[in-house]
């Protein structure tokens, strides 16, 4: 092979690793907010009308432990959390690598992918000032 076959290759190579990138952080977004519905789920079945001292059955990899309905509770949540925290980390970085991508393919840099939503004292100053 040729020298100019050979950076065509590599440049190939390289492109369609980072697409591989891009991809694989699409599907870890995916199957992390599937587990985030499940918890939802299973945060809203604990809101019957059961005592908070009774004891619910919670699965754990392929075995099922009795806690009692408020460690239930509080343990999902703090999954619930972590898993909020892993998806918006997720997320930026998709953005850094989906430009990446662009870049190495001669794309322009999309226009307002970085964009962020406005805090919520961001948006109540913005009210303010609409209703003087």
């Not at 599937?34 to 005592?51: F, G, Q, T, V």
């Not at 970085?93 to 662009?102: E, F, H, R, Y």
Request: proline content about 2%.
């Amino acid at each position: 092979m040729d020298a100019g076959s050979q950076r065509v290759l590599q440049y190939l190579t390289e492109v369609e690793e980072a697409a591989e990138d891009v991809l694989t952080t699409k599907q870890q977004i995916v199957d992390l907010d599937m587990k985030r519905n499940r918890n939802r789920e299973a945060l809203s079945a604990l809101k019957h009308d059961m005592a908070d001292t009774e004891k619910v059955k919670v699965c754990f990899g392929n075995m099922f432990l009795k806690f009692p309905k408020s460690k239930a509770r509080e343990m999902i949540q703090k999954d619930q959390e972590q898993l909020d925290k892993e998806i918006s980390d997720l997320r930026r970085s998709l953005k850094a690598k989906v430009n990446c991508l662009n870049e190495m393919q001669g794309n322009p840099e999309l226009r307002g992918y970085n964009l962020s939503p406005l805090s919520a004292e961001e948006l109540k100053a913005i009210n303010s000032l609409l209703r003087r």
